[in-house]
């Protein structure tokens, strides 16, 4: 898998058997920061455990460029919390290329208490997608909290 990192759970039964695509070979991931623990490809590929967190506390951002424009019909985001009570804010965005202004998907605040799961699953249609982006707050009241990512995979 092909990352930059630039500072500014368990798959589910009925999730092995969809057709995701296959990020490793058709995008590049930018992240703002990474834990090397908790690697990015810990959240993006089928079979990875251990999730995607950041090594620095505060909003962080996942980018990933395809190598070709992508139509998506489904965006599963899981987000864990093993530590403490917080609200959470993520948004998803896309864009069909650079320069191109970027379009907001979903914007979502949760909040989360210690050792606690959200699971979100959207049903999209974006056409010619050529990145695709999410950011993370992970705890809009501030604070040392670290963002993280247990699951990402499209459709």
């Known amino acids: 898998m092909r990352k930059r990192i630039e500072s500014v759970l368990p798959m589910q039964p009925a999730l092995e058997a969809e057709s995701w695509l296959d990020l490793e070979s058709i995008a590049e991931v930018e992240v703002t920061s990474e834990d090397p623990a908790h690697p990015i490809e810990g959240a993006l590929l089928p079979g990875r455990d251990r999730g995607w ?4 506390p505060g909003p962080q951002t996942l980018r990933m460029i395809f ?4 139509e998506l019909r489904r965006v599963h985001l899981v987000f864990t ?52 982006e999410l950011e993370i707050i992970p705890s809009i009241s501030g604070g040392e909290c670290r963002a993280s990512l247990n699951e990402l995979r499209l459709r």
Do not use: C
């Open 67 to 70: 190598d070709s424009p992508q």
């Open 81 to 132: 919390e093993s530590e403490k009570a917080r609200t959470q804010e993520f948004v998803l965005r896309w864009s069909s290329g650079k320069g191109h202004p970027f379009r907001e998907v979903v914007r979502q605040q949760y909040n989360f208490s210690a050792m606690s799961r959200e699971v979100e699953d959207y049903t999209v249609e974006l056409p010619e997608v050529k990145i695709l």
């Open 53 to 56: 967190k950041a090594s620095a």
